[in-house]
């Protein structure tokens, strides 16, 4: 069995994010950028299945600029056997929707035919959440969601998903081909060694572009202006309860 992970490329988690002078959006240039961190929790999830016997091949997809193919080096790195780029070239005013990413992978899911689709949960860019749940309906396979564990069963082609809701945990049985997404979990990502490294550069990347694919990703959403949150303002350290309960009553207004 195969399995096709997406991975997106973001900026890192600890960099500070800031806008850019001419407000069309967040800035990257300069900025250290690296794989989300849900989608290399969703890698080391493809690679242990792999190494457990379930699945004998994995393969990484991105959609991005030029600069994604560091992403998939470094799926290829943890383990990947392959990948495939979706060139896009991202405007700022018209940025490229989960909508239009699923329908993205789904044209490159029916070209490499997986049994299993996994995708992080969300990216840290933009928190929507929607594309794994969107791939899954227009291919129109059953997901698990927020998996905090996953089971194959090769023989009865079934997957076992624990996913994290509200009430605890809920486990669910999927019939493959499925999508599931990951949450924070599910595993700790692995370290791509040195040697894994290079051999990553002999790897094979194929690259297509969304016309290729046959994929309108036209967005109807144009982003007019992007602003930072407004700033906060210093906390005041009061001598009593007295003094809290007067300025919660009189200039919170919350008593």
Sequence with gaps: MKILVAVKRVVDY??????????TGVETANVKMSM??????????????????????????????AQSVD????????????????LHDPDPARPLLPLA????????????????????????????????????????????????KVILDKEKQKATVEREVDGGIETICLDLPAVITT????????YATLPNIM???????????????????RSDMEVIEVNEPPKRKAGVVLSSVDELLNKLKNEARVL
């Design 14 to 23: 600890a960099v500070k994010v800031r806008v850019r002078p001419d407000r």
């Design 36 to 65: 989300n961190p849900f989608c290399e929790i969703a890698v080391e999830e493809a690679l242990r299945l792999r190494e457990a016997g379930a699945a004998a091949e994995v393969v990484a997809a991105t959609v991005g600029p």
């Design 71 to 86: 992403t998939l080096r470094t799926a290829l790195a943890m383990g990947a056997d392959r990948a495939v780029h979706v």
């Design 101 to 148: 990413v699923a329908k993205i992978l789904r044209a490159v899911t029916l070209q490499e035919k997986p049994g299993l689709v996994i995708l992080g949960k969300q990216a840290i860019d933009d928190d929507c959440n929607q594309t794994g749940q969107m791939l899954a309906g227009l291919l129109q396979w059953p997901q698990g969601t927020f998996a905090s």
């Design 183 to 190: 949450d924070l979990r599910l595993n700790q990502p692995r």
């Design 199 to 217: 051999k990553a550069k002999s790897k094979v990347i194929k690259k297509v572009t969304p016309e290729e694919l046959i994929v309108d990703i």
